[in-house]
């Protein structure tokens, strides 16, 4: 789709140096023969520049299409707002198409709108293969230059280019969000990490360079390191750094790739997160400095789900960024909505979707602010789909939206960014400047003696540097390899006091007297027993105080040192927060401190706090996170006077805000790891004041609580015990780290159990030989030795074992090979020595050993040939990681929350989206699922396949302590099969990941399964043991979900379909053990009247339930008990008949186990005196005729008859002989005329005589 051109705006009509046509209609790649030269710096000022060609850059070298780039986007040239999105072409809930450039095109902007965005972001997580275009399979240099690949499409396909920076934990090995360990401080210049912090930059530097444009020209990158810094969800947020730290770190990275690296096509972008409430001194707190950075961005979602509209969110942005346009003007910098959009529980769902107008309410309100209307660009995230996704797709409830944003004349997209490279720009000259790079500003120094390190930049001709702590004696420095100012300070020992002192460092020379000061602390920080977070009197002033605490949503100066009583000299400090709220009465502030590691509080029974209140009513929050969820307590701010809140851990919920742990209690278990702790003041509103302070002091946990350790005894752990591989391609494929398998071989001659590793070596010389297994990462800080079986060959040789780290030094001990039985050899790793590098000499620490990445076996000889054995490799020693807990049960799907398909498919994408992936085969069926409900229909075609697969990614869920997996499948007639595969982290952490199969057989009806964990059969990677099941430390990590459809019957056709509904993982209903039956109800003994029914029930217990078989028999001893056809339910009916009168019935229960009767029931008719129904009748018949008298009567038992006559005139009624029935017949006589007939029924219970019927002869 193509919209009309803006007639309105700054955009000036430049012609292109060079234009392709696209094939997508109103896209057009743009690209210039324009390309860097370098140029004189000049100095910018609007008077003497009316045309704004000089700029404010961070690199005076930067190319011509970077300096422009820069003209470009600080002066909003392209008429609007940039509309960008991460992974703007890859990843997609849409199939891919062949896009403008005949590349293959994932684009949901693209199939919205029929344009793709004008910003294009990527990420260094592609370096390590995390996310595209990188692969675990290439070497970083591969993915640097893939991914310079995609950038140079990007620019080709008219997009501005930007990359953000998920970088490693550069300390722990983890990733991004691994805040462990303080890394800013390990990577500055000097620390013990700074190397790999060098080789990480060298392959964005990499990257940069290989950008290559076909002209030979560099894309113009905008690149954001360090972002949300603000927050302390990354390892270089605001509560893992001082403020020092995070700008010196900035500062060295943009140093280090541009006069180190020679990386000239970058802009440098600054994005803390918000919100601000428009506050600019928060806002730059952290900010580097003009020399350092080109782009002020603002980062901010909208994650809460209560309200219907986003006016709150899009208020909050629009007052932050109209305050960041400002910062940006004074400085002549680029202002940008750097990440924006709806995540968390706002995150944009299939359907059902508050604050539908989301994007054109957000642009809007931009547009209707004459500043925050000026941003360059705005860029939200990638849809990597499995329920993230950042824009609508086709057919979405918010589609329509999102056209209305693509259609506003102020938003830009790719096919109307214009000539970006054009315009003529030239550096601004940087000022001189000189620093203090380490320590940085704010750091503690704790050792007798440091480094200092100085960095003076646009200062040519100085020739004296000196650096001078306050009441010290001046430090000259000198210039060093490094491109530093550096000597050593002899701090002294009796200095190291935890008090601070300024330092300052001049520089004269050339024209130049420039100095710079910085705040150090001299001392360690004050160490509190278990249970206190602060006393406030280890700080000498202020600055110490902030370097260990974390001030959020205000300047580090709302902390400050206050005396505990104002009165009392000798009381001691309190900690004073200061709070100024913003009019839009939405503020909030606070401050807290990290536990690094966790403290144990199970111990106690609550947590005190001393309080000073302001009575402004304001909302009081003390918040715990204990267990990695935050809980909190509201003590008063309604009075004035000071007091002690005693909080119960009882007091203590779930913060409000964290709706996944809504339910959570604050258990013995969770306060064993208490993580961290703040205090906030939020705003209550209403004439509530905006300006105040409270006091708050002795925070310490107290009283008794239920102890809980945390810290079990630790198992070994196993490296290798050789009994898992079930071939020697597997064998080969562990132990082929450095491709030299062919000296190793899977022995059966073990040290114990069935197998063992075989080396032999061959080196008439001597020397080393060797093989190694790649752990990746493993942890083994904590533990004291490496332990192992040896079975030398008896000669004078050594076997070499290396431990390699993640700082890249390997650490060596030797065994002899002297003995040549199995014995068991304990390494302490105090024994292993520093090998390699030559120059490395630091010991094998704990902290080294938080990241074993690679175990070396070598035969380390003098001469001749020999074969050793190896076996059982642990890790010995140390206290065990803590107990997993048990998961969660939770729902994976019901199907019933999609309108379509496509909405399916977000959530059920991550196979099918991947470059490999086979494509979609899963779609909504409505009516299909369980009762009727909607399911999802997996439809297959085995023609070029013998499995296809549809998945779903969790991304960590823990199942552990779980049952299984549960769902509803109906076959269809497939005949084929089906298995709910899920995908867990390897047995030890390293390595790939392993996928578990659970099968299912697409045979039968339509039914509910269970399939347990227990059962599940790991079938990648390829060649482990079948036996094994997945450990618990496994299911706590579950990263995804997957439904595979396999072809198990070639036979049956090879496409179809089948149906799945109410997928969900928990516990299984409970299954009674094994049990013989067990007579539990008794039939009771029955009477009735006769043809009546009685009813008699029996029941039992048993497992596999028991059959029923009633029998009956005459009697009550000697007659035979025989089954009763028919009878075999709990329940037995019977109609009474004189059969049944004193017969006996009982129940055999039967199962697999044994059997059980009843007792035995009696079964009675009632008996019951004779009751005439119907009496005689008189009759009149004609001589010689039959007549018949009858009654019918109502008895039991039977009644016997008798009749009787009276005969004309008499009186007397006589027996008539032989009349013994119900009725009697006798022919009529002119003797009988007149004659009466009567009858008399008897039984046992009595007898009645019947009315007397005349008989009439004509």
């Not at 197998?755 to 752990?775: I, K, M, P």
């Not at 006589?1214 to 009466?1236: D, K």
Request: charged share 20%.
């Amino acid at each position: 789709m193509t919209r009309p051109g803006r007639q309105s705006g700054p955009r000036r009509a430049l012609a292109l140096a060079a234009t392709a046509t696209l094939a997508l209609a109103g896209l057009t790649a743009t690209s210039t023969t324009a390309h860097a030269e370098p140029a004189a710096a000049t100095t910018a000022a609007a008077s003497t520049d009316p045309e704004g060609e000089t700029v404010a850059i961070s690199d005076p070298q930067a190319t011509a299409d970077t300096r422009a780039l820069f003209r470009y986007l600080r002066d909003q040239e392209s008429g609007g707002i940039l509309f960008g999105q991460q992974h703007a072409v890859d990843e997609s809930v849409s199939s891919s198409v062949t896009g403008p450039d005949g590349k293959p095109l994932r684009s949901d902007v693209h199939d919205v709108t029929g344009d793709l965005p004008g910003v294009f972001g990527f990420d260094t997580l592609a370096l390590r293969g995390d996310e595209k275009p990188g692969t675990h399979e290439n070497t970083g240099e591969q993915n640097a230059r893939a991914l310079a690949d995609e950038l140079v499409r990007a620019d080709a396909l008219g997009a501005v280019v930007t990359l953000s920076a998920h970088m490693p934990n550069f300390v722990t090995g983890g990733p991004y969000n691994d805040t462990a360990g303080r890394v800013v401080s390990h990577i500055l210049p000097g620390g013990d990490t700074h190397a790999e912090y060098r080789a990480y930059l060298d392959l964005v530097a990499l990257t940069a360079q290989s950008a290559e444009r076909p002209d030979g020209s560099l894309v113009p990158v905008v690149f954001r390191p360090f972002h949300e810094n603000s927050g302390s969800w990354f390892w270089w947020g605001a509560a893992h750094a001082t403020t020092g730290e995070y700008k010196e770190i900035f500062r060295f990275t943009v140093e280090y790739l541009r006069d180190v690296k020679g990386v000239h096509n970058l802009l440098y972008a600054f994005s803390p997160n918000g919100s601000f409430d428009g506050d600019s001194a928060r806002y730059l707190e952290t900010y580097p400095g003009d020399q350092w950075v080109d782009v002020l961005g603002y980062d901010n979602y909208e994650s809460s789900n209560a309200a219907d509209d986003s006016s709150a969110y899009v208020s909050a942005s629009v007052t932050d960024l109209a305050m960041v346009v400002d910062v940006a003007r004074e400085r002549g910098k680029i202002p940008a909505y750097t990440e924006f959009g709806r995540n968390g529980d706002r995150t944009i769902q299939p359907t059902g979707n508050k604050s539908l107008t989301f994007f054109t309410q957000l642009l809007d309100g931009l547009t209707a602010d004459p500043r925050a209307g000026q941003v360059a660009f705005m860029l939200t995230w990638a849809n990597f789909g499995s329920g993230q996704i950042y824009v609508p797709y086709a057919g979405h409830e918010m589609a329509a939206d999102f056209q209305a944003l693509y259609d506003d004349e102020a938003s830009v997209f790719a096919s109307q960014t214009g000539p970006r490279f054009d315009l003529a720009a030239s550096p601004g000259a940087q000022e001189p400047f000189l620093r203090v790079v380490s320590p940085a500003d704010g750091a503690r120094v704790t050792t007798a003696t440091t480094t200092v390190r100085a960095r003076l930049t646009a200062a040519p001709g100085v020739d004296s540097v000196t650096f001078t702590p306050a009441g010290g004696d001046p430090l000259a420095l000198t210039l060093d390899a490094d491109g530093y100012y550096s000597a050593t300070w002899d701090v002294g020992e009796e200095n190291l006091t935890n008090r601070t002192v300024q330092a300052t460092v001049t520089a004269t020379g050339g024209g130049h007297d420039l100095s710079s000061t910085v705040s150090l602390i001299l001392g360690a920080a004050p160490v509190l027993p278990v249970g206190t977070v602060d006393d406030f009197e280890g700080y000498g002033d202020d600055l110490a105080l902030r370097a260990a605490y974390t001030v959020a949503n205000a300047t580090s100066s709302a902390l400050t040192l206050a005396p505990h009583d104002a009165s009392a000299p000798d009381a001691g400090h309190a900690a004073r927060l200061s709070y100024d709220f913003p009019a839009s009465r939405t503020g909030y502030l606070g401050f807290g401190r990290s536990f690094a590691p966790t403290q144990n509080w199970s111990g106690f029974g609550q947590l005190d706090v001393w309080i000073d209140p302001d009575g402004s009513g304001h909302k009081l929050v003390v918040q715990v996170q204990a267990g990695g969820v935050a809980f909190e307590a509201y003590p008063s701010l309604t009075g004035d006077d000071p007091y002690v809140a005693h909080l119960p851990w009882s007091t203590f919920a779930p913060a409000p805000w964290d709706t996944a742990n809504a339910e959570a209690t604050l258990t013995w278990e969770r306060l064993a790891k208490v993580g961290q702790v703040f205090v906030y003041v939020n705003d209550a509103g209403g004439t509530a004041p905006l300006t105040g302070s409270i006091l708050v002091d002795d925070l310490k946990a107290s009283g008794e609580g239920e102890y809980v350790d945390p810290e079990p005894s630790a198992d070994p752990i196993v490296v290798d015990d050789f009994e898992s591989y079930a071939d020697e391609a597997a064998f080969d494929a562990a132990w082929g780290n450095r491709a030299k398998t062919d000296r190793i071989a899977l022995s059966t001659d073990a040290g114990q159990g069935a197998q063992a590793l075989a080396f032999t070596y061959d080196h008439a010389d001597g020397g080393w030989q060797d093989v190694a297994r790649w752990l990746g990462g493993q942890d083994w800080s904590g533990r004291d030795a490496l332990s192992l079986r040896v079975k030398g060959d008896g000669s004078a040789n050594q076997l070499a074992v290396q431990i390699g780290t993640g700082s890249g030094g390997y650490y060596l001990a030797q065994v002899p090979l002297t003995d040549t039985s199995w014995h068991a050899v304990e390494i302490p790793f105090s024994s292993f020595a520093p090998s390699w590098p030559p120059e490395l000499t630091d010991p094998l620490t704990d902290a080294r050993l938080a990241v074993v990445n690679e175990l070396v076996l070598a035969s380390s000889s003098t001469s001749g040939a020999g074969t050793f054995g190896v076996d059982d490799l642990t890790v010995v020693g140390g206290d065990g990681a803590p107990e997993i807990p048990d998961g969660t049960p939770e729902v994976l799907d019901t199907f019933d929350a999609y309108g379509t398909t496509t909405d399916l498919r977000v959530m059920w994408g991550n196979i099918a989206e991947q470059a490999w992936g086979d494509g979609w085969q899963l779609a909504l069926a409505p009516g299909k699922g369980s009762g009727g409900s909607k399911a999802g229909e997996f439809v297959y075609d085995f023609t070029s396949t013998t499995y296809l697969q549809e998945s779903r990614w969790l991304g960590g869920h823990s199942w552990a302590g779980l049952d299984g997996i549960t769902a509803w499948v109906d076959p269809n007639g497939s005949g084929q099969s089906l298995s709910l595969r899920f995908r867990t982290a390897s047995a030890d952490g390293t390595g790939d990941d392993w996928y578990w199969d659970l099968p299912v057989p697409l045979t039968g009806a339509a039914r509910t399964v269970h399939a347990a964990f227990d059962d599940a059969v790991v079938t990648y990677p390829n060649g482990l043991d079948q036996a094994l099941r997945p450990t618990r430390a496994q299911l706590a990590k579950v990263n995804e979900v997957i439904l595979m459809a396999t072809q198990a019957d070639a036979s049956r056709p090879a496409t179809g379909s089948f149906f799945v509904d109410d997928l969900s993982v928990g516990d299984f209903p409970d299954e009674p053990a094994p049990a013989a039956p067990a007579v539990t109800t008794q039939p009771t003994s029955v009477s009735g009247t006769h043809g009546s029914t009685v009813t008699l029930t029996a029941a039992a217990s048993g497992q596999p339930a028991p059959t029923v078989r009633w029998e009956q028999r005459r009697g009550t001893r000697h007659g035979t008990w025989k089954p009763i056809p028919g009878a075999t339910s709990t329940t037995l009916a019977l109609r009474l008949t004189p059969s049944l009168d004193g017969a006996q019935v009982r129940a055999v229960f039967t199962n697999t186990l044994g059997q059980a009767t009843s007792d035995a029931a009696t079964v009675t008719i009632t008996r019951k005196a004779p009751h005439l129904l119907s009496q005689p009748a008189s009759a009149t018949v004609a001589r010689g005729a039959a007549v018949t008298f009858r009654v019918t009567v109502d008895a039991y038992p039977a009644p016997t008859y008798q009749w009787y006559r009276q005969s004309p005139g008499r009186s007397t009624w006589v027996e008539v002989r032989g009349a013994t029935c119900s009725s009697y017949t006798t022919r009529a006589s002119a003797g009988l005329s007149g004659a009466r007939f009567r009858v008399v029924v008897t039984n046992e219970k009595g007898r009645v005589t019947s009315h007397a019927a005349t008989l009439r002869v004509r």
